[in-house]
């Protein structure tokens, strides 16, 4: 008897499919516990974000909220664990918060930065710092490392490293004038794809949320 395929290779094969069925992808990945979500996420390769970069557009919408859901407290982290395209150091998280102030349902705005599991690359890029707002046209959400949090670091939940700009030092290559945009997958996973001063980057990722 042959074994029961994996997740990874269940959706892996759902990204083969033509065309690709998001609502059939979003309603499988919200019926998997937390933890296998992020393996199956994190088992993406560039090829198969692309796809489902492309495959999700207009779709569903994504918003502020979603990100950091409305029972969140303000100044609290919301974690999602991501896989990038880039050739090395892929499994990072992007850390999500929404400021004092902010509307639980309909926030202007989240603060955020970008955890890496090695902490010698963190302090050799910078934390990544950005602040993401909603775009006005789309139902999508853009990450804006144009913006950061405020420098004295006021709105941020406890622990989060020093507040610094992206223009500066070894960080302007990896985060300098770019704007992520993010697009729903299902209720906890988006993907997301780069641009640098308005510029397509070819370089895409993928985020899954904590419950």
Not at 121 to 139: C, H, K, Q, W
Request: charged fraction near 25%; include cysteine.
């Amino acid at each position: 008897m042959s074994a029961a395929p994996t997740s990874e290779a269940e959706l892996a094969a759902r990204l083969r499919e033509s065309p690709i069925r998001p609502a059939a992808i979003a309603s499988w990945l919200d019926g998997l516990c937390h933890d296998d979500r992020v393996v199956v996420v994190r088992s993406l390769g560039r090829s198969q974000q692309r796809a489902l970069y492309d495959a999700v557009d207009g779709f569903a919408e994504v918003h502020l909220r979603d990100l950091v859901p409305p029972h969140t407290a303000t100044r609290v982290a919301v974690r999602h664990f991501g896989r990038n395209t880039l050739p090395a150091f892929t499994r990072f998280e992007k850390r999500f918060a929404r400021p004092e102030g902010g509307d639980a349902e309909k926030p202007d705005a989240l603060y955020g930065y970008n955890f890496q599991p090695t902490p010698i690359l963190g302090s050799i890029t910078g934390p990544g710092y950005f602040v993401a707002v909603e775009d006005p046209n789309r139902p999508e959400v853009w990450v804006d490392y144009n913006r950061v949090p405020p420098l004295d670091a006021s709105g941020l939940p406890s622990g989060w490293p020093a507040v610094k700009r992206n223009e500066v030092g070894l960080g302007r290559f990896v985060y300098g004038f770019m704007i992520d945009t993010l697009r729903r997958v299902s209720e906890h996973v988006t993907i997301g794809s780069a641009a640098r001063k308005g510029r397509d980057m070819g370089s895409w990722f993928v985020l899954c949320r904590e419950p």
